[in-house]
């Protein structure tokens, strides 16, 4: 096999693998679109509150990990950038929810500003 | 034996000690300590609104018509933009920039609506910044993301402008694959402001 022949073949696969990612990504699209109609209609279906909160947050972590999985190429770069992008956001994610946790509802209410 | 490989500009970006691309990798730093950044400002809107409830009546002052539909419209910008960096990396140019074109063009609508609805309550529903706990957290948390978004349209004009200029180059696609990052961040954290900060209220415990 010859050199042209052979930056040929590999210009060629890459074209391909291009090719491929415009369906996954009209795929994903299509996906978060339908989730977000869902999420816009789920808060006014007259059911359990915990069920309402639920499948809004296992829908938003879907929408988001399909934009950082797919659109952000983290399903096709080295594992060293998810890594570094989970390590902030676990700190995050942890600093949400233990802030969270430290506060309860004020009986007092509001102060005047 | 000569390859392709061998050849590729982009392919030599990754000769570095981690394997991956220098900027791609600052970039997903850089992420991660947002990541830390909006989850601050995240918390705070959240906090108040736990410890004092009824401060506002939310429900009465938000158009969950309006935030839909702009996150619709920043959902496609993101799907537009990953196939900026597609076309990037396939050096053709003219889809690439109408790519980008587009992303821009939705990123606009998307500053539009959140200048109107902006303008809608502090005019219309009276809820500034000053006016309540509420108004403090909301435009702090939202308006600090109103500037990301700003901050993006800009990248990626600056990045369509230098296209039609002869500087540009085959392995100009991977500065164009790290603006793509940032912009597609914007739309995760606009992700989850959506749900925590708007369609959370219209839940009725």
């Known amino acids: 096999m010859d050199a042209s022949q052979n930056t040929s073949n590999s210009v060629d696969h890459h074209l391909a693998e291009e090719h491929q990612k415009y369906f996954t990504f009209f795929n994903v699209s299509i996906a978060l679109i339908m989730l977000t109609a869902i999420e816009l209609v789920i808060v006014y279906v007259p059911i359990h509150p915990g069920i309402v909160m639920g499948s809004l947050v296992v829908m938003s972590l879907i929408k988001f ?32 929810i233990a802030l969270m946790l430290l506060f309860s509802e004020d009986p007092s209410g509001a102060p005047m500003i | 034996m000569s390859s392709h490989t061998d050849n590729d500009p ?22 991660a300590s947002d990541c830390m950044f909006f989850g601050t400002l995240i918390s705070t809107h959240l906090i108040y609104r736990k410890v004092y409830p009824d401060v506002e009546d939310v429900i009465d002052i938000f158009d969950i018509e309006l935030t839909g539909f702009s996150t619709f419209i920043l959902l496609m910008s993101s799907f537009l933009m990953a196939l900026s960096v597609s076309a990037a990396h396939k050096n053709n140019l003219p889809s690439m920039r109408w790519c980008l074109g587009g992303t821009i063009f939705f990123g606009l609508i998307f500053l539009g609506c959140q200048v109107y609805e902006f303008q809608h309550f502090v005019f219309d529903k009276d809820l500034t910044l000053s006016s309540s706990i509420f108004g403090s957290t909301f435009f702090v948390l939202t308006g600090t993301h109103g500037v990301h978004v700003a901050l993006g349209i800009f990248w990626l004009g600056s990045w369509l402008i230098y296209s039609f200029t002869d500087r540009y180059k ?22 989850i402001i959506f749900t925590v900060v708007y369609l959370v209220e219209y839940i009725e415990f």
């Open chain 1, 65 to 96: 990990l399909a934009v950082i999985w797919w659109f952000m190429h983290l399903r096709w770069d080295m594992i060293l950038c998810t890594l570094v992008f989970l390590s902030g956001l676990i700190i995050a994610t942890g600093t949400v």
């Open chain 2, 170 to 191: 085959r392995e100009n696609a991977l500065d164009v694959e790290v603006a793509g990052l940032y912009w597609h961040f914007v739309d995760v954290v606009w992700i």
């Open chain 2, 10 to 31: 982009l392919e030599e970006l990754k000769k570095t000690s981690t394997g991956v691309e220098n900027k791609k990798l600052a970039m997903w730093a850089f992420l």
